[in-house]
């Protein structure tokens, strides 16, 4: 999976940790509805750790092992974990040798100082200085969006100090939820609903406290932003009996529509697949060997070989 952007996940990775991750939550009995739900709970399960993640990683600063301008400017973008993984392509990049085969052409091998002497497998790196690229052939950057550490020694040989931005991958940001994604319809898509309604909740209990804070002290300004809300307030009932009529009617016409209620029930009673479970007590099924007749089951054995008669020996000739 050289050619592949994996992001470092090897084959079995991503089913194992899909599958651990749902079992707590999935069982075989379920129908569609009740599964739907689970879902759900597992759905929100994972927001919320990434929620958690996104606060360690804006309230925790990094552990740099050296203070270089690049892992300075690695540190306020990446997130922790991906962090981590860079600072360890930096130091490696530390102990690489280089030779020169070319104009833009180099050849990287990364030593072990560590006791024995080795050296990995050479690696081909072509610079550009003017683009400011460096492409390995490892293809790591490739596979996983981190720049290897021979692409790092390239950059170095080019003094480029700082990380170039299109090796930077937004995934890896600490401003990776940021932004809006839109479907083929050009709709922007809302990633967690239950979220964007409670920050429109804050936004909008914000502006009232400072309202109600400004106005408290004046009493001709109390009753202005009174009479404000009263009929605010109208108008948004007004509203919302609007929409719910809507959706009412939209629901209605979607029932005339369907052609029985069978179907709702196949789908109710639709459910995953469930295992058998065998008994503790339940008998071994007779093969076919068992079931022929006794006298039948003996194997064919090869035939008895005639004794040879040894010749009699007379005493007395």
């Known amino acids: 999976m050289r050619n592949v952007f994996s992001l470092g996940v090897r084959s079995t990775q991503l089913s194992e940790s899909f599958n651990n ?5 999935l069982k075989s009995g379920f129908d569609i509805v009740r599964f739907l739900k689970h879902f759900e709970r597992a759905v929100q399960e994972k927001r919320a750790k990434e929620l958690q993640s996104e606060f360690e990683a804006r309230k925790n600063i990094p552990r740099r092992q050296m203070c270089t301008p690049m892992l300075v400017q690695a540190s306020e973008v990446y997130t922790p974990v991906i962090f981590e993984a860079f600072q360890g392509e930096y130091e490696r990049s530390m102990a690489a040798c280089s030779r020169l085969l070319d104009e833009n052409k180099y050849a990287i091998v990364i030593g072990s100082f560590h006791g024995a002497i080795r050296f990995e497998q050479e690696r081909i790196v072509i610079g550009d200085l ?8 490892c293809q790591m950057f490739n596979r996983t969006g981190i720049l290897c550490a021979h692409g790092l020694k ?4 080019m003094n480029i100090k700082i ?5 930077i991958l937004k995934r890896w940001t600490r401003e990776a939820c940021n932004g809006r994604i839109q479907d083929k319809q050009g709709r922007n898509v809302i990633a967690n609903p239950k979220l964007e309604a409670q920050l429109r909740t804050r936004n909008l209990v914000h502006k ?7 106005a408290a002290d004046y009493p001709d300004c109390c009753l202005l932003l ?10 948004l009932e007004d ?3 609007l929409s719910a009529n809507t959706l009412n009617k939209s629901c209605n016409e979607q029932e005339n529509v369907e052609p029985n209620a069978q179907q709702k029930d196949e789908f109710l ?14 008998r071994r099924k007779k093969s076919w060997l068992d079931k022929l007749p006794k006298g039948n089951r003996s194997m064919p054995t090869k035939a008895a070989e005639p004794k040879k008669k040894e010749p009699k020996v007379y005493s007395g000739l």
């Not at 991750?21 to 939550?25: G, M, Q, R, T, Y």
């Not at 009232?208 to 400004?214: E, R, S």
């Open 21 to 25: 991750a749902l079992k707590n939550f």
């Open 130 to 137: 003017l683009n400011q690229t460096a492409t390995c052939s």
């Open 154 to 157: 390239v950059l170095d040989l």
């Open 163 to 167: 990380l170039p931005a299109h090796y």
């Open 208 to 214: 009232f406290v400072n309202l109600a804070y400004k």
């Open 226 to 235: 009174e009479d404000g809300l009263d009929c605010l307030s109208t108008q």
């Open 239 to 241: 509203k919302l009996n």
């Open 269 to 282: 009673a639709a459910q995953l697949k469930k295992k058998e479970a065998k008994s503790k007590n339940s």
